[in-house]
């Protein structure tokens, strides 16, 4: 008897639940991760049986995609803004989400009526491969439910991400669990083909496990210099204190005071939270000239806040400072005017603003860094072009809003006292693997990830977050210095473990040592070759399933 739609519903939603039970932060049950798409499969199976392929299937995928995403990211419903603007700008993630991520299911469809299911399931990983490769840049860029990330609370099992980086995970998941569901389905009819798979299966599963574990037990976690860092964490409340509630300069003082309790005649590097000056950047509008208390790239120096900050490095010359910063830069008269400029009252002047990083080396020039990889919504207007007018329903989340600034270059920051060569990632950058690898093959030795993570309160937002912080030091073998506005601030070392976390909701800072490394893993010299070859293979089967399927269509 065939299976009610009811019934195949539950089968749906199981996938989803399954899921968000795998996730870090959710669950964390990251093994359940290898069998989280079998019921969805099952449920494949039982729709086609009722239906006879007559009716789409994809509406049962969206089901499970929606509850994987809704019950992973529900934390977006933390921000304190107007119900209106949450239910669009809070909404729109999950549901846009979700409609990506049933792409690869319907191309599988495709595939399966038009060649058969066996070639369908090779087309989903292809694709399911290429649409994380390709979701991690492009206007809508959101890589957080990429497969591989569920393996973030659980470095041991993934040390081998130094050579494949996270896709690795995601493929590793896929074949285990297309492994298993072969073994499933041929149970019944051929127990011997069954036993098989059920046997590759395990290998698939435990030999790179217990590769992994082998490396992670055997790796040196203290290769390259020991670098004593000093890291600071505020605490400063984003929504009552920290745009406008405290001013700014007091920010600077309680940040420098948890700073100096900790600092020695050996510390190379403090390293403070994204956001961390903030100063109202005016102009004088008769003359046009900036003013000395504004966060002006076009005169730092000048600034209030950087000026402290040379007084504390003249008590401690040694030091080397990062920290977050909102800035401004006023743009000359003959410049090229973008989507991304802001008009200065008069629309005489235009200048762009930035969510950046200030770079204060012991010895060396002054530098600034803008953040590369914007958050949809609160940071950038995707399609800017076309949804323009649509940018005052984008989340305020203090400091500089709306479309920003960026930088392609992947900077190092180099201090010629200490050597210190440091790749900096500010909050969201840190979940792009390749990203981050950029940085370390143009030379970065240490990774300082720099963050705000107090819009959503104490959730699994800032939880996931740090989670991959573990992943990008696996795939670099670089440790990471994590200075957040409030918990958790931490270090990660090379294999991905975190070490000196902070509590959440706590002014605090600590001093650590960490290792400055030079040596370059597989992943950063050849970058995500996984996702490279995923794209091109998944257009060529595309258009070969498409041109099945009509042919298919046309001969009946």
Partial sequence: MPATRSRILLWAALSGVLWALAWPAIGDLTWIAFIAWLPLLHAERLHEQRTKGRRAFVPYALLALFIWNLSCSWWFWCVSEPFATKLISVSAPVLVNTLLMALPWYVKRLAHRAIGPRVAAFVFVVCWLAFERLHHDWDLQWPWFSIGNVFGTRPQMVQW?????????????????????????????????????????????????????????????????????????????????????????????????????????????????????????????RTGELALNGLWENNLEGSRSVRRLRRFQQEHPRVALLIGMSSDKLLGRDEVLTVVVRPLGDDRNWYESYNAALWMPARGGLRSYHKSKLVAGPETMPFEEVLGPLTDLALDLGGTTGTLGQQEERSVLRDGASGLAVAPAICYESVFGEHVAEHVRNGAQLIAVITNDGWWDDSPGYKQHLAFSSLRAIETRRDVVRSANTGTSCTVDQRGVILNGTSWWEPTAFRATVNSNQEITFFVAHGDLIGKAAVPIAAIVLLLVLVQHFRKRRSV
Wanted: aromatic share 10%.
């Fill in 161 to 285: 991400y130094e050579c494949t980086g996270m896709l690795g995970g995601s493929l590793w998941v896929l074949l285990v669990t297309f492994c298993i569901d072969a073994a499933l389905t041929s149970f019944t009819v051929q127990r011997k083909r069954a036993a098989i798979a059920l046997g590759a299966s395990f290998l698939m599963v435990m030999a790179p496990w217990f590769a992994s574990v082998w490396r992670f037990m055997h790796y040196g976690t203290a290769q390259g210099k020991a670098v004593e860092v000093v890291v600071v964490q505020p605490n400063i409340d984003p929504y009552s204190q920290k745009f406008g509630g405290m001013d700014a300069m007091e920010q600077v003082e309680r940040m420098l005071d948890l700073a100096d309790a900790k600092i020695t005649d050996t510390t190379a590097l403090i390293v403070f939270p994204e956001t961390a000056l903030q100063e109202g950047a005016t102009v004088d509008m």
